[in-house]
């Protein structure tokens, strides 16, 4: 009996599928790991792993590859998710993965499974198995995938549709596919929606209901409100089975859908029956794909969106007021983003912060919106490859311009072997008016051009559009920038604030380490034991509020440094403690925040002492105020 081990962070509903199948088949084993130490433990014949096409999940996995390549030599890496769609020949290679599944793999698994566990493997046989990847004499295996599973076969597929977090939580699975055409994404699962049905749904949601510790469902479809009626009838029902005093419901929905231009129709234009059925059906969180909240923005992300940016402010409100918190995830400014655009979105987004702030979640990619990754299949990736805007490495932006045509040779052509250096990038687009996240730099933008626009003695009709919409605008541009940099000083003065009150308790840095010192060598281990236990449970609430745990980070982040520099110079005891002693009160809640500047919350460490003029160029200004922030 050959062991697998299915290694992933958080649970996956693709590791419930193959333990099932493998479970009911009866001639192996699959256990889910967490963690390297457990699979090192277990030292299983397969590892399998999702990878995803991203820059941070990629560290990861690869990290993980290769500490299972040199500590657990025989045992083979299975790997599949998305990047085997997007790049699957330089993620084979760059993982250095013994198998892959391309596309959905639900029923060619277990045919893989049982052929790799023979003591020769026939790669004929391989050969006939849909999506699979391999590498015979040198050279990789790429088979054609396996049709997309029809609405029927998952109807009947006999295996757990959700997978537990481990926690008194369970996502949930109720379809594949998406019919939108969001230019960031290569909808893996296609266009076509291929949903269970209600009834099916109804019925993994009483199987769940029977572990009495699981209080949390949290549907796993990109859009559980995509189809009016579909959506009445699953919520409908879960309240007439009471499955709403059972659960409570968490899900990913578009604004749209509870958007209408029919002003008469709705109230507002928001569907307050909706909001009153979720609510009532024991919804309490909803997050939404919003990526901006410039209406410029919105479409050029989202080309059939029927929302505005104001539409999604109401709608946050709206559901708040009803005790359904509101998820926004996030993009930064696009390659065709104007500089005002990006200012006024930034500028909306913390005006929801502010006022909203016990409505929303201020997720990571909340309070920073994430750079926009170019994924291969993407409208924009498209767009990069034609040269109609650059494109750069998302760790090394400073390249001139990436070789994205080399990306499309690697995927066309099979490489002969897996220890070639393939070329992996991560690409970001870049702003074709240099536009950033910034919006100190985007208003500098905004300045420079108009007083250039101003000088010129000859204006093209196109400048002098441009030059009569930014004197209109500027104005408005400038007050939008005071009220960030307000609200920004306001977020590092109640970080301040939260720093001080933890020293105090603490009784400083410097009581902190002369009490630390005088332990025995076993309390000292225990200290530092519960410095990184609240580390790690700051950690924990990054998903809910950055801002909170991020304060808590930087502070036991500090105490953990100033121990670290106590135990390594055990000659200058004395000299280190009497140093932190030294450091006044001010001085090491400074070089706590100092921290952020490293952190992708950096936007929030620097800001202006004073509002900038609204009324004539503020540009000098902000070109001192840029070189000063570095």
């Not at 081990?5 to 889910?32: C, N, P």
């Not at 559980?224 to 929905?253: C, H, P, S, V």
């Not at 400083?508 to 630390?516: D, I, S, V, W």
């Not at 530092?528 to 950055?546: C, G, R, Y």
Request: glycine share 4%; charged share 30%.
């Amino acid at each position: 009996m050959a062991i697998f081990t299915f290694l992933t962070q958080t649970g996956s509903i693709a590791a419930e599928y193959f333990h099932e199948s493998l479970l009911k088949d009866g001639r192996h084993r699959l256990i889910v790991a967490t963690s390297m130490e457990e699979v090192q433990k277990l030292r299983p014949d397969f590892v399998m792993m999702t990878i995803y096409d991203h820059y941070e999940e990629y560290l990861l996995t690869k990290a993980w590859s290769e500490e299972i390549k040199k500590t657990l030599p025989s045992t083979k890496l299975i790997m599949g998710g998305p990047a085997f769609r997007s790049r699957p020949v330089a993620f084979f290679n760059k993982l250095k993965a013994d198998y892959a599944l391309r596309g959905e793999a639900d029923f060619t698994f277990l045919a893989l499974a049982n052929e790799i566990t023979k003591k020769k493997p026939d790669p004929e046989r391989l050969k006939q198995i849909p999506g699979i990847m391999f590498l015979e004499d040198g050279h990789i295996f790429i088979n054609v995938e396996y049709p997309r599973l029809s609405r029927s076969q998952l109807e009947t597929m006999d295996f757990k549709h959700y997978c537990d977090y481990g926690y008194d939580m369970v996502s949930v699975f109720t379809d594949r596919g998406c019919p939108y055409g969001c230019t960031f994404c290569s909808r893996v699962f296609g266009k076509a929606i291929r949903p269970l049905s209600v009834d099916r749904i109804i019925q993994i949601l009483k199987e769940i209901s029977q572990n009495q510790r699981i209080k949390r469902v949290m549907f796993a479809s990109d859009n559980m409100t995509y189809n009016q009626r579909r959506t009445e009838k699953l919520f409908g029902r879960i309240i007439r089975e009471k499955l709403n005093k059972r659960f409570d419901f968490l899900l990913n929905a578009r604004i749209d859908n509870f958007i209408s231009g029919d002003r008469d129709r709705l109230s507002r234009g928001i569907d307050f029956h909706l909001i009153d059925l979720l609510k009532r059906s024991g919804v309490v969180k909803i997050s939404f794909g919003t990526e901006s909240f410039n209406d410029a923005e919105i479409k050029r992300l989202k080309p059939e969106a029927r929302y505005s940016g104001i539409d999604a402010m109401r709608l946050t409100r709206e559901l708040g007021k009803d005790g359904i918190t509101v998820v926004h995830f996030l993009m930064g400014p696009s390659p065709d983003a104007l500089p005002e655009e990006a200012i006024e979105s930034t500028y909306r987004r913390l005006v929801v912060m502010d006022a909203y702030a016990d409505y929303i979640e201020v997720s990571r990619l909340f309070a920073n919106p994430i750079k926009i990754y170019l994924i291969r299949g993407s409208t924009l990736y498209n767009r990069a490859l034609a040269n109609d805007f650059k494109a750069v490495e998302f760790d090394d932006p400073d390249t001139k311009r990436v070789n994205i045509q080399r990306i499309e040779q690697i995927e066309r052509q099979v490489l002969p072997r897996t220890d070639q250096n393939t070329y992996l990038p991560f690409l970001v687009s870049v702003n074709r008016f240099g536009t950033s996240s910034s919006p100190y730099h985007n208003l500098l933008l905004l300045e420079e051009e108009l007083e250039k626009l101003q000088k010129k003695q000859q204006r093209s009709k196109k400048e002098q559009q441009r030059f009569e919409m930014l004197g209109r605008k500027i104005r408005n541009c400038r007050k939008q920038v005071n009220k960030i940099n307000r609200t920004i000083r306001k977020i590092n003065e109640e970080t301040k604030i939260k720093l001080k009150k933890m020293l105090v308790e603490f009784g400083g840095a410097g009581k902190f380490l002369q009490e630390f010192s005088q332990l025995p060598l076993h309390e000292k281990r225990e200290k530092l034991f519960e410095l990184t236990k609240q580390f790690e449970q700051a950690s924990a609430l990054s998903p809910i509020n950055v801002f909170e745990a991020e304060t808590l980070q930087m502070f036991y982040i500090y105490f953990a440094n100033a121990v670290k520099e106590l135990i390594s110079s055990p000659d200058k005891t004395k000299q280190v403690i009497k140093k932190y002693k030294r450091l006044t009160q001010n001085r090491t809640i400074n070089n706590m925040i100092r921290s952020r500047e490293n952190s992708s919350l950096h936007i929030y460490t620097k800001f202006l002492e004073k509002d900038l003029p609204t009324n004539r160029f503020s540009a000098g200004i902000l070109k001192k105020y840029m070189q000063n922030a570095g």
